[in-house]
């Protein structure tokens, strides 16, 4: 005999029927088993009913919304997405910044991301945006969050999000990309080959497996030249090494061209490899206008 089942319990003489009632107002089911002492009650909890349309554990409502830019800078270049992601949300739990949640019985905070860049590349333009149960000045929430990131991840801006949305106001990177050991002359031959050509496609490794994308049609623009690095000089000569510099605009695709698939497009039309991994640094993200120049996502008007 199964322990909580009134109907075969109330069939036998001698054992009272399992009743239903209310401790601490918390509805629950009381069963004398066969056997037990009158005295041992096995209590099982019942689930309390949710209404039509009501969520079976609420949480507080989001009642603003703040998007934030943030910098991967440094070693912390070579964290993942989703690293990137548990640190914010950890940093969000120790700054006391009064994040919404999901409902349910699992919450999650509500944070949205948008065009994380790839593993091993740098950035200056990283976007999320968080839920608050409670409005706050987007100032003050910037500096919650920026004391208590590690050193590489630097919150750069935060404004209160307005329409449209944030997926809405972005749709290309502008990304700088340092070649060391390439003269400038190579660089900008190969590039004015890639940008003559009306499609070039490379193959892609993926976890599903070979996949082909049209780098050319993704590439915007792209120039050679720009400011070096510190104690590099774009030319050789006996006071440094060669560093040439990549400046692309590629548009949103999917799959997303990624600057080493730049520099394999680059590869396949002039046979430029250079000696050691290249040093990406997406700049920008936000919508093309018809200069070809990105608008801030953060807001109209912005710079």
Same mark, same amino acid.
């Given at each position: 005999?199964t322990?909580g089942?009134?109907k075969?319990?109330?069939?036998?003489p001698?054992?009272?029927?399992?009743?239903?009632?209310?401790?601490?107002g918390?509805p629950?089911?009381?069963?004398?088993?066969l056997g037990?002492?009158?005295?041992?009650?096995?209590t099982?909890?019942?689930?309390?009913r949710v209404?039509?349309?009501?969520?079976a554990n609420p949480?507080? !409502? @989001?009642v603003?919304?703040?998007?934030?830019?943030f910098?991967k800078r #440094?070693?912390l &270049?070579f964290?993942s997405?989703?690293d +990137?992601?548990?640190?914010v949300?950890?940093?969000v739990?120790?700054?006391?910044?009064?994040?919404s949640?999901?409902h349910g019985f699992s919450p999650h905070?509500?944070?949205s991301?948008?065009?994380a860049? !790839? @593993?091993g590349?740098a950035s200056?333009?990283?976007?999320?945006e968080? #839920?608050?149960? &409670?409005?706050?000045?987007?100032?003050? +929430?910037?500096?919650?969050l920026?004391?208590v990131?590690?050193?590489?991840?630097d919150i750069?801006d935060?404004v209160?999000?307005?329409p449209?949305?944030?997926?809405d106001?972005?749709?290309a990177?502008l990304w700088?990309i340092?070649?060391?050991?390439?003269?400038?002359?190579?660089?900008?031959?190969?590039v004015?080959?890639?940008?003559?050509k009306?499609?070039?496609?490379v193959d892609r490794i993926?976890?599903?497996g070979?996949?082909?994308?049209?780098?050319?049609a993704?590439?915007?623009w792209?120039?050679?030249?720009?400011d070096?690095p510190?104690?590099?000089?774009?030319?050789?000569?006996?006071?440094?090494?060669?560093?040439a510099?990549?400046?692309?605009?590629?548009?949103q695709?999917?799959?997303?061209?990624?600057?080493?698939?730049?520099l394999g497009?680059?590869d396949?039309?002039?046979g430029l490899?250079?000696?050691?991994?290249a040093?990406?640094?997406?700049?920008?993200?936000g919508l093309l206008d018809?200069?070809?120049?990105?608008?801030?996502?953060l807001?109209?008007g912005r710079v």
């Amino acid at each position: 005999m199964t322990l909580g089942d009134p109907k075969r319990h109330s069939a036998v003489p001698g054992v009272p029927e399992c009743r239903v009632g209310v401790t601490l107002g918390v509805p629950e089911r009381r069963c004398m088993a066969l056997g037990v002492p009158e005295h041992q009650v096995v209590t099982l909890p019942t689930m309390a009913r949710v209404r039509p349309g009501e969520a079976a554990n609420p949480a507080p !409502p @989001t009642v603003q919304r703040i998007r934030v830019r943030f910098a991967k800078r #440094g070693r912390l &270049r070579f964290l993942s997405h989703r690293d +990137v992601a548990r640190s914010v949300e950890r940093a969000v739990r120790r700054s006391g910044v009064p994040v919404s949640h999901s409902h349910g019985f699992s919450p999650h905070p509500r944070i949205s991301w948008i065009g994380a860049a !790839p @593993t091993g590349t740098a950035s200056e333009a990283e976007y999320f945006e968080i #839920g608050l149960t &409670r409005e706050m000045d987007p100032t003050l +929430v910037r500096t919650a969050l920026d004391e208590v990131l590690p050193d590489g991840l630097d919150i750069l801006d935060a404004v209160v999000a307005t329409p449209p949305a944030l997926a809405d106001r972005v749709d290309a990177s502008l990304w700088r990309i340092e070649l060391d050991g390439v003269a400038e002359g190579d660089l900008r031959a190969a590039v004015d080959a890639l940008m003559a050509k009306d499609s070039l496609v490379v193959d892609r490794i993926m976890p599903s497996g070979k996949r082909q994308i049209d780098v050319r049609a993704a590439v915007a623009w792209a120039e050679v030249g720009g400011d070096a690095p510190a104690g590099v000089t774009p030319q050789a000569d006996a006071a440094g090494r060669v560093c040439a510099i990549l400046t692309a605009v590629v548009r949103q695709t999917t799959p997303a061209v990624r600057p080493d698939d730049v520099l394999g497009a680059l590869d396949v039309v002039a046979g430029l490899r250079p000696p050691v991994p290249a040093k990406a640094t997406r700049m920008a993200q936000g919508l093309l206008d018809d200069r070809d120049r990105l608008a801030d996502p953060l807001g109209p008007g912005r710079v």
